[in-house]
């Protein structure tokens, strides 16, 4: 049996070593945004080139750096194969069929996540003629105010647009003209 000073010593001495432990982890900070609102910007030009065509010459992963005139390269995986992921956006291929491809924009550590889809798809018309669809799916909440949202969906929509007739204009043999400048509203690299 030990004696009581012992006994108080040694119980002091654990409680001390307890209390000097590290502190719990802060709790993560949530990248969830509380009340999403998703917009959606279907856009679509018909091609004078059968689908498979116009699919081969612009549906490859990473040919959108030929059509949206930036850089583009493949940071993991391979071009065309699920979970590929492209230095654009770092977006990450989740879906794809002969004629098209799905992909997302992952979740950034700090950054609110507007979940962000886009889906590029060549769909036959005739045995002549086909159509790019492009849909873009994407959360605005967090931008300001009703204005800032639509100066955004607007801005959206002209560069995706600007990339469906550069495709339209490479699948049916031509050449690009030269890359808008920033400011001049015609093009540009997505914001996303």
Known sequence: MLH??????????????????????????????ANPTYVSIPMEITVNRPAAEVWKRVGKYCDIGEWLQVACTITAGKDGEFGAVRSIGREILVGKTELSYTYTQPVQEGRAYIMYHGTLEARPLT???????????????????????????????T?????LNNMKILSEGGTLPPPATKGGGKGGAPKQ
């Open 4 to 33: 009581p000073k012992t006994t108080l010593a040694l119980a002091l001495a654990v409680a001390g070593i307890a209390s000097a432990q590290a502190p719990a982890p802060a709790a993560p900070v949530s990248t969830a945004v």
């Open 127 to 157: 045995a002549t003629t086909s159509k790019l669809v492009y849909t873009l799916v994407y959360d605005n909440s967090t931008l300001a105010d009703d204005a800032a949202r639509e100066r955004d969906l607007t801005q959206r929509r």
């Open 159 to 163: 560069t995706f647009e600007r990339a």
